[in-house]
């Protein structure tokens, strides 16, 4: 029995709902009736798909009024005691159906949140992770750095133009590994932002620059397209403000891979008081443009749905806006938007 309370709540359901009706029909149950009408409503509310509960309420409903049509026989009771009785029994059924739509609402908002929180803990164990690898890497890192700058130095009577190319390009190589590895450690380990006026075009180079071999593996132009410098200031944290941009641009370079035309566009700009970086590419667009920026919406299969909602919510901490529109023929504008710094702190 309680195998089948499990696996066939819906055919017990209907089941218990029959047997209530016949009964109805043959006894006088009045009010009564409702009773056993609210357990095969709760029945079904555990019953997929989600329709089943409401439907068998209806059903309830319908049989309970229909009593009075197909058995109008009501012996001595009075006309309005067995439309009363009757009414309460719609009422019964009725509010056990709100409630138990309200619960099962409730669970399954506990059963998200549940979700949302092993998500969150699994983001952390990955933040540490990523804080010791960057630990680790650093000092390995360092040494081919400096191996490769002594080698290049003693190589330099050497005529192999050759083997100076690559020693050069281990070390740069190398550098940028260790800039990245910098950049990992700045945004996983600090705990309280640290604010100062901050150069959005310098942002974008340093961003542009850290994703500059996925772009290449991608096959991927990205334009920048700076204001001229000096650029007034913003004044936020430089990490932050970093990890917007290398969400946005991370996002359009995946955005365009594969595509036959992979542009990206990095645009800075000043308007009177405020700052602009719009980051537009070529891709397909966003599927859907209210929820792009929900915590762990995302269309992609390895993808966390995290790096919209946390670049909006750094965006409005610096008292600025970051909003998503459509190409007009195909792709997404990324827009972030943020206040000019004028000297006072904020
Ligand atoms: P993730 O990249 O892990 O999916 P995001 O929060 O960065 O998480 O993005 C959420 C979703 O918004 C993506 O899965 C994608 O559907 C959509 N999106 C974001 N940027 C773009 C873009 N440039 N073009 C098309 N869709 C995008």
Redesign the pocket.
Known sequence: MRRLLTTRPATLAFLLVAAVFAVDLCLPLGVASAVPYTFAVLLALGAKPGWIGPGVAALCGVLTLAKMEIAPDRGTTEMWKVIANRGLALFAIGMTTLLGLLRRRAEAKNRQHEADLARMSRLAVAGELAALLAHELNQPLAAVCLQADIAAHLVKESDSAELKEALGEVSEQSRRAAEIVRSIRRTVRRADPERAPVDLNEVVLAVARLLDWKARRAGVSVELNLAPDPLAPTYGDRAQLEQVLF??L???V??VDGRNTRSVVIETRQESDLLAVR?S?T??????LER??ERF????PD?????????RSIAEAHGGTLT?ATRPIS??I?TCVLPVYRGESA
Request: aromatic content about 8%; charged content about 15%.
């Open positions: 969400n946005l991370q996002n359009a995946e955005a980051v590419d891709g397909e667009g966003l599927a859907d792009a920026f919406y995302t269309t992609k993808g966390m749905g995290l790096g919209l909602a946390i670049s998503a792709g997404a990324f």
